[in-house]
C-alpha cells in the first residue's frame, strides 16, 4: 500500500497562475480532506470529500476547488494564485464512520511569487 | 465553535527530561481527541487518540489521559531522546454529518538537546 500520495513536492506559482495539486489513496477510504498548514495557525480545512461525487467546503475554501469523481483521488485546484496562498498543503483520509485515524500525504509546498 | 487550544512553542528539552504538553478544547458535543506529530519535512502521524472521557492513549512512551471535567488532553513523555524532536498538534473530530473532519490546535515544536 502507498497510502496517501501527493504530488508534485515543491511548486513556485506567479501570481493569477492556475494549478491542480494531486492527491490519491489507496485504503479505499470514503473521507478525503485538504488542509493547509500555515506558521502559528495549525492546520486548516479547505475542502473535504464524504465520497465520490460529494464535496464540501471546510475554512478556508475561498481561491480554491475540488471534485471527486473516484473514491481514489481528490484534486485540489487553484483557480488564479495569490500570494496569500503561499503554504503547505496536506491531503488526509479516512473511512467516514467512526472516529478513526486520519491519514496524511508527505506535503505539497507551495509558493506564489 | 470547536477549538483546541496547545502551549506555544518552541519546547526546548535535554535528553531523558520529563515531557508535558499542555492541550485544553472546547467542543459542543463529545469529541475523540488524537495527538499527531510532524517530522521534519514529512506529513502527519498519528502518535495516539482516545475516543472517551478517561481513556488513556499511549505510544512509544506518550501518554495522555482524556479528561472531560476539565476538557484536557495533555501529552506527557517521562524520558524524551533526541529523536523525538518534532511538532505536536493536538486535536479532536466530531462525529458530524460532515464526515470525520479534524480540528487542530497551533502546534507545539519540540527540541531535544543532548
Known amino acids: 500500500n502507498a497510502g496517501v500520495t501527493q504530488t508534485p513536492k515543491f511548486q513556485v506559482l506567479k501570481t493569477g497562475q492556475s494549478m491542480t495539486l494531486q492527491c490519491a489513496q489507496d485504503?479505499?477510504?470514503?473521507?478525503m480532506s485538504w488542509y493547509r498548514q500555515d506558521p502559528g495557525m495549525g492546520l486548516r480545512l479547505i475542502h473535504y470529500?464524504?465520497?465520490?461525487?460529494?464535496?464540501d467546503q471546510g475554512e478556508v475554501p475561498n481561491g480554491y476547488n475540488v471534485s471527486r469523481s473516484t473514491t481514489e483521488d481528490f484534486p485540489l485546484r487553484l483557480l488564479s494564485a495569490a500570494p496569500s496562498q503561499t503554504s503547505v498543503y496536506f491531503c488526509a483520509s479516512s473511512y467516514a464512520r467512526g472516529r478513526g485515524e486520519q491519514f496524511f500525504g508527505p506535503g505539497t509546498r507551495l509558493t506564489v511569487l | 465553535g470547536d477549538s483546541v487550544t496547545q502551549m506555544e512553542g518552541p519546547v526546548t528539552l535535554s535528553e531523558e527530561a520529563f515531557l508535558t504538553i499542555n492541550c485544553t478544547y472546547t467542543a459542543t458535543g463529545y469529541p475523540s481527541l488524537f495527538w499527531y506529530v510532524q517530522y521534519p519535512g514529512e506529513g502527519l502521524q498519528l502518535l495516539l487518540k482516545a475516543t472517551k472521557a478517561d481513556d488513556k492513549g499511549s505510544n512509544k512512551g506518550f501518554e495522555a489521559t482524556y479528561r472531560k471535567e476539565t476538557t484536557s488532553f495533555h501529552l506527557e513523555k517521562g524520558s524524551v531522546q533526541v529523536s523525538d524532536s518534532a511538532v505536536y498538534f493536538c486535536?479532536?473530530?466530531?462525529?458530524?454529518?460532515?464526515?470525520?473532519?479534524?480540528?487542530f490546535g497551533t502546534g507545539t515544536q519540540l527540541k531535544v538537546e543532548l
Open positions: 486535536a479532536l473530530t466530531l462525529i458530524t454529518g460532515g464526515g470525520n473532519k479534524l480540528t
Open positions: 470529500s464524504v465520497g465520490a461525487g460529494i464535496t
Open positions: 485504503m479505499n477510504h470514503e473521507y
